[in-house]
């Protein structure tokens, strides 16, 4: 199961006719919490199996990283070096 589907919270909003989903939850390194912000229909492409950079092409590698695994790019630098 995907981090982002077990331990996060999401809020919906639609502004100016753009539907997206935030999610929001503990970075698994640090505890401290991170958010990423995807469109519906990127959202849809991913449930239905698309790979994830596929499914956002917007979305940075660190946002992705995080809606797989749970680890911020704060997360990464402390347990993997580089920055953050």
Known sequence: MRYVDKHCTYEESYENGVHTYTFTGPCFFTGKPYSVTVLAEQLYKYRQGAYIQD??????????????????????????????
């Open 55 to 84: 499914a956002f092409p917007n979305l940075s590698a660190d946002d992705c990283e995080f809606l797989i695994s749970g680890i911020s790019p704060k997360g990464w630098s402390l347990r993997f070096g580089g920055p953050g």
